[in-house]
DNA sequence: GTCTATAACACGATAGAC
DNA sequence: GTCTATCGTGTTATAGAC
């Protein structure tokens, strides 16, 4: 919620609690019990009192194992990605079409979302600053990005997609920042089962493939360049490293 | 914050307390105070009890001139409009090019933004929930966002833009949709004096531009009709008319 | 009917004892 | 690692003043 009052003191504490395999237990619990909440009252209805005494533990307890409401959610997309790699590898060895397996990797991940809608939504909220740990820009989610953004890589290598040999480094990232944009609008999705989000997906690609083709062309140099200019900015969103504040 | 306990008890009251003159002296005053503390603290520190104490009232007061604090920060929002209406007409007048004049309204757009820059990334965020009365989407904010399209609209007309008649009718709409990607851009941009995002917008039609022109050749019919649908699919976020609930 | 104030509520978050 | 007690905040109920 209070999204200008920033954790600093604690650091973002690495991996909380990987210690005994008690902690790993309680932090598991309060996690179900968190997602339970989330699913029958909703994100903004369930409070941390009724999490904490759904799992059985104190509400301090409760942020001794999570620095706050949101990074609940952050646990179940971590958990996402894990999915999405494997998933994407049968597809990469299935087709050599890059639409198929770009849109194959999307509506699979839109699938894992859709279980739990409303927790995703949260989630988009925090991306829109970028210096919120949440946000897919923050320097600590660069793990979960690259993961991600190699992913979107793997697909593209060894496809059928015909683009400028200038363009295709700066792909993956381009495309995961596609990615982010339909996850936004994915989010604002209003209609039933969210079938505009895969309906745009579809046609944006089939719109954006052959304007990659004429990348290709020879007279197409001026073009490209601008492309990867469009590239850099967009990126300049991403936080690569904790930004040195100064110390105390 | 609780972006998920909505207020239906009050029915958003269509014109609170314009009646006396006294009222509308005491609103403003809350106002000001408002936007001093959220210059002076940033919007997430500046609490409403500051604010009430600031401008002399009780926080009840506050509460009863606006719904919220997000509907302080909307006030703003809404008179700024009002000024880029009159610098359109007159940019219009000075040069038929399209770039100019879009580029010109969104200069200007983001020089006023950036005098509140923390405000509007509140905003913002806001603008993620569709449903919220101070989304850009919302069916409040119809009026705003109709004004602010048919600025574009008249934009538009009368330039030096070539495209295709079949997409001209769409073209106010997708050029808003496009400034509110820029202005979500400009909220998450870090460079300094979001130099980035005014290099972006200035990329990006130079890229746009170009496209515009394609849609003239005769073989562009089907691509057309793709950017159309893709325009429907957009439009989908806006929520037309308030959604009626059951009545109590 | 129009405006204002006081007090209280609910929730996210924290401090500090054990 | 866990709990209890408490804080700070946005927001509301409600009573009363003009």
Redesign the interface.
């Known amino acids: 919620?209070?999204?200008?009052?920033f954790r600093v003191q604690k650091p973002m504490p690495p991996e909380i609690a990987q210690k005994t395999s008690k902690a790993q237990k309680t932090r598991e619990i309060i996690l179900k019990a968190a997602l339970e909440q989330f699913g029958k009252k909703?994100?903004?209805?369930a409070t941390m009192r009724d999490i904490a005494r759904e799992a059985g533990v104190s509400v301090g307890n409760a942020y001794y194992y999570f620095q706050s409401k949101e990074e609940m959610i952050l646990e179940v997309f971590v958990r996402s990605q894990r999915d999405a790699e494997i998933r994407n590898q049968e597809t990469c060895r299935r087709t050599r079409s890059f639409k198929a397996r770009f849109l194959d990797l999307q509506f699979h991940r839109l699938d894992l979302l859709s279980e739990q809608r409303?927790l995703f939504?949260?989630l988009?909220?925090a991306g829109?600053?970028?210096d919120h740990p949440l946000s897919p820009?923050s320097a600590e989610m660069a793990s979960l990005r690259n993961d991600a953004t190699a992913l979107i890589g793997d697909a593209v290598e060894g496809s059928d997609l015909k683009v400028s040999s200038s363009l295709r480094p700066y792909l993956p990232r381009l495309l995961w920042l596609f990615n982010l944009?339909i996850i936004?609008?994915w989010?604002?999705?209003?209609?039933a089962e969210q079938k505009?989000t895969r309906?745009?997906l579809e046609?944006?690609l089939?719109?954006m493939i052959?304007l990659f083709g004429l990348t290709l062309l020879p007279l197409a140099g001026m073009?490209n360049r601008?492309?990867i200019?469009?590239h850099d900015?967009?990126s300049?969103?991403i936080?690569e490293k904790p930004t040195p504040t100064h110390s105390p």
Chains 1, 2 share one sequence.
């Open positions: 919620m209070n999204m200008f009052k909703g994100y903004g209805r409303e939504v949260v988009t909220q829109i600053h970028p820009f944009a936004l609008f989010s604002l999705d209003g209609s505009n309906r745009l046609l944006s089939s719109l052959p073009f601008m492309v200019e469009l900015l967009l300049s969103m936080r």
